[in-house]
């Protein structure tokens, strides 16, 4: 991979949402465990707030891996590609990522953490509003990678294939 004039690995402005989807949903899997399920979700039609699913097994049991009805650890990604953020003069994509999340709680009942995966910075603005969201949902364990943990060495120097 090449460098940008910043020093990115990746231009985050002008990579594009299609572009950007598919490379976070080919990083995802680095960032857990081995034997993680994790699933991509299309989201034409509507992706019910969650965008990639990871679940981590309940137990192994001498080096097999068991999934039961009752997973282990459950986790949502949500992306959006918000290159320029979400912070206070972008009410309409705080209102899209308080809809997701909502989503994602109706509709994964067993989710134990919720991922918001942005190519940008917050501003004070934007990270009070991350802020008010696990208080808004029950204490919900959220947390926002964003653009320095993508550009970090956890995410951007994994290439697909390799580990």
């Known amino acids: 991979m090449s ?3 910043d020093g990115a690995l990746i231009d985050w402005t002008t990579i594009g949402r299609e572009r950007f989807e598919r490379l976070i949903e080919a990083l995802i ?8 399920l994790v699933h991509p979700v299309d989201g034409r039609g509507g992706d019910g707030g969650i965008d990639a699913l990871a679940i981590e097994p309940s137990e192994d049991t001498e080096g097999m891996v068991v999934y039961r009805d ?3 650890l459950v986790v949502v990604y949500q992306l959006k590609y918000f ?4 912070s206070g003069r972008n009410k309409d994509r705080q209102q899209q990522i308080r809809r997701s999340l909502r989503q994602a709680i109706k509709n994964v009942p067993r989710m134990k953490k919720w991922f918001l995966v942005a ?3 917050a501003s004070n603005t934007g990270w009070e509003f991350l802020s008010k969201l696990g208080k808004e949902n029950h204490g919900l364990e959220n947390s926002f990678i964003h653009r320095g943990i993508l550009d970090g060495p956890k995410w951007a120097h994994h290439k697909p294939g390799c580990s």
């Open 83 to 86: 290159p320029d953020g979400f």
């Open 29 to 36: 899997p680095y960032q857990h465990p081995h034997g993680t």
């Open 70 to 72: 009752d997973p282990g």
């Open 3 to 5: 460098k940008t004039d």
């Open 119 to 121: 190519p940008c910075t």
